[in-house]
């Protein structure tokens, strides 16, 4: 049973930063790809970035891109997205999402459909 725990999450001013993790198990990690989606209240549940098996490869979403920055070290299955420059529109709760099949490269990476695990979510809520 995959499991994903998602860490790191919090209230930051306009400007600031936050580094988010999720911590995998369940599985041989590194074979396969993950992401990171968001979600505001009344609203479907958006991709924000992916990271394939290797490392090697990475796809953002455009309002993401420059910004935020996706990391994973296979040795301890965590995967970690880096924000910078935090927007108040990036508010939102973040779910790490782990890839449904191995080795999956982009584009295939940035869509929902992929993943079919899911952590809990974690708050980010950026203030003006």
């Known amino acids: 049973q995959v499991q994903l725990v998602e860490s790191g999450g919090g209230l930051v001013q306009a400007g600031g930063s936050l580094r988010l993790s999720c911590a995998a198990s369940?599985?041989?990690?590194?074979?396969?790809?993950m992401g990171w989606f968001r979600q505001t209240p009344g609203k479907e549940r958006e991709f924000v970035a992916a990271?394939?098996?290797?490392?090697?490869?990475?796809v953002y979403a455009d309002s993401v891109e420059g910004r935020f920055t996706l990391s994973r070290d296979n040795a301890e299955n965590t995967v970690y997205l880096t924000i910078n420059s935090l927007k108040p529109e990036d508010t939102a709760v973040y779910y790490c999402?782990?890839?449904?099949?191995?080795?999956?490269?982009?584009?295939?990476?940035?869509?929902?459909?992929?993943?079919?695990?899911w952590g809990q979510g974690t708050q980010v809520t950026v203030s003006s």
């Open positions: 999402a782990a890839d449904a099949s191995p080795y999956t490269t982009p584009p295939a990476m940035g869509a929902r459909t992929q993943y079919n695990y």
């Open positions: 369940g599985r041989t990690f590194s074979n396969y790809a």
């Open positions: 990271l394939s098996w290797s490392g090697q490869s990475t």
